[in-house]
């Protein structure tokens, strides 16, 4: 019994933290087919929460006001992060570097409250001095870029890491200029984790309410802020129909983005193998 419980210890502990993690979710789900808004007994079957889901202008709205900013957070993230950590890996000194890269990362370690707040007193400060911006869509994306680029920053960097630098040397060796280099090379080579962190960043953002809490204005809400008001009021299915298509679709794209950072990674090892068997070829030729 003992042994059964050693060697079988891993896969019990690991079962629980799953059981722990999705069962809530598996839970909303469920009861978000309930025909009744009772959430301790399932009554029966019914859409009636998806109908109601599909006629609540607020849930719809606050939808596509997230996408829009999750969309447009993303790209924004996608593209700082990817210059700040060429620069932080392949600059090693410059002027400023520790400050640089210590601001770059604070968002990573500094509660979503503090930053809200700080963005908060920025946007009055600057809309008092010059009357713009609003707050509204803009300073939401740009709370969400903030701590978008962070996270971004940290997956591209960590693949320039790893990346082979003599690619890089042979390009320039052969007359490539540096932005060349960046554009033919090195982008395509990080292109991978470029699209990771622009998911973590659509991710990031789409999930937020602290930030959005903070820098929103009148007639601005985001799908998380409208159900964080629906859930304090109580109880609501219709939340739960919001959350179960949510999940969903995220499945179904993190499941498409590895299935097909995997068909990329097998075609480009044969990419290799075919160019190391060419290569061999030549060598016994001569």
Do not use: C
């Amino acid at each position: 019994m003992k042994q059964l419980l050693e060697k079988h210890f891993g896969k019990f502990w690991l079962a629980i933290v799953f059981a722990f993690l999705y069962l809530p979710l598996l839970f909303m789900i469920v009861f978000s087919f309930n025909s009744t808004r009772q959430d301790a007994r399932f009554t029966g079957f019914s859409l009636r929460w998806y109908e109601a889901l599909a006629n609540d202008s607020r849930i719809v709205e606050g939808f596509f006001t997230s996408l829009k900013v999750a969309a447009i957070t993303g790209t924004l993230s996608a593209v700082l992060a990817t210059f700040a950590a060429f620069v932080l890996v392949r600059y090693r000194r410059f002027l400023g570097r520790t400050i640089f890269s210590g601001m770059v990362n604070a968002p990573l370690v500094m509660p979503e409250v503090i930053i809200g707040l700080s963005l908060l007193l920025l946007a009055v400060g600057v809309q008092n001095a010059f009357g713009w911006p609003e707050r509204g869509l803009l300073t939401i994306i740009v709370g969400h870029t903030l701590l978008g680029m962070a996270y971004g920053m940290v997956v591209i960097q960590s693949r320039l890491l790893e990346m082979n630098r003599s690619i890089e040397e042979a390009a320039m060796d052969l007359g490539a200029r540096p932005h060349q280099v960046f554009f033919l090379i090195t982008l395509p080579n990080i292109f991978q984790a470029i699209l990771a962190a622009f998911l973590l960043a659509f991710t990031l953002s789409f999930d937020d309410v602290v930030i959005a809490e903070f820098l929103s204005g009148p007639g601005v809400s985001t799908l998380p802020q409208v159900i964080f008001g629906y859930a304090r009021r109580g109880i609501n299915p219709t939340i739960y129909a919001a959350a179960t298509l949510l999940i969903v679709t995220v499945t179904i794209v993190i499941i498409a983005y590895a299935v097909w950072v995997a068909r990329s990674t097998r075609r480009r090892e044969r990419e290799i193998q075919a160019a190391t068997r060419a290569e061999t070829a030549a060598l016994a030729g001569t």
